[in-house]
């Protein structure tokens, strides 16, 4: 008979598994409407950076109107305090370099005092006692060399004692080279300062002496500038008065006062006078213009009789077209109704036929509707 109880290859089962969890992942990424979506939107990226790039440039060139806006003897201090800090900058970077090329030169590990305690090598360079390294003699049954025996010791500490005398001697001697360069730098700073403020002092005494010279020739020029005014204004006062005493004689003994008609004939001809010194029209003119009124009287009254006429025969032409107009309106609004009634019966049948077209798909051809098991076989499967 055939065994059908055979055990499970743990292999197959592993790959079943692995594949079922495969498909589960595809479609947890798959049917994931949010992370479905692969890729970055490029447009968007490129008008942040366009934006970002405008919003830089802008304020670039405003800190740069503000940099150009400042003052003069503020953009000068300005430049002084920086050369002042960028030297105090070299001066620590110098100093930084220095002490760590002296640790570099002379604080190397190998020269620490207790460097022989956590030497990384220590026991490569061991050797063993009274004997050298390359004797045959050393060997792990010799007994030449004991745990914590120290053969040495007396010799590595006085070598270590003069290590650390040396290494004392040389720090002494860093340290007070460091302070008498910081005193040297610290009073090169004070003396630069002091110069800088001598200096600031002087100009500031050399712009109050310019405007103090600048107030006075102010003062002087606008007093010499009210003195010629005032002798202006009296110079004009006399002609003003000269000119008024002679145009009081001029209207006192002129034609004007004396009213003499010839005055007021123009040199142009005599169909034209001067206005500032005519006197009237004579009888003869002012019949002239009374003649000359009623003559337009005449004619403005020929004229609204014509336009009158004109506009009655204007109205009977709007009544005819208004007829015309409202019969051609009544002429299509029976048109239009026809068309309605026409559009109406051609619904009502498409609505029949529609209705009986359903009637054939809901009780004839359609008897057999799907379930909702037929629907739930579908999008089950990412392949």
Known sequence: MHKLDLPIDPKQTAAIERRRNAELQRQSRIFNTKHRVIGVDLLSLE???????????????????CGNCLHGDSLRYAKTAQLLEAQEQERTRQLHKEVDEYRLRYQQPETQREFDLWDPNRLKKDTPARVADDDPRCRPSGLQKFQGEDLNAKARKKFQQQEFRKWLTAQRAEKERSERDQKFADDLYHKKEMELDARAMKLAELEEEAHRALDAATLNYNMALAAEQAAARETARLRETDESYAEIGSHVYGDMLTEDPAVAVSAFGPHRVVTDRWKGMSPQQLGEIHQERRQQIEENKRLRMKEAQVEAEWEHQRLVVARAAMAMEQQEAEEARRRRQELDKYNSHLAMEQLAHQHYLDKELYTNPPSAQYFLQFNTSSR
């Open 47 to 65: 008008q942040q950076a366009r934006e970002k790039k405008t919003r830089q440039d802008r304020e670039r060139l405003r800190d740069n109107a």
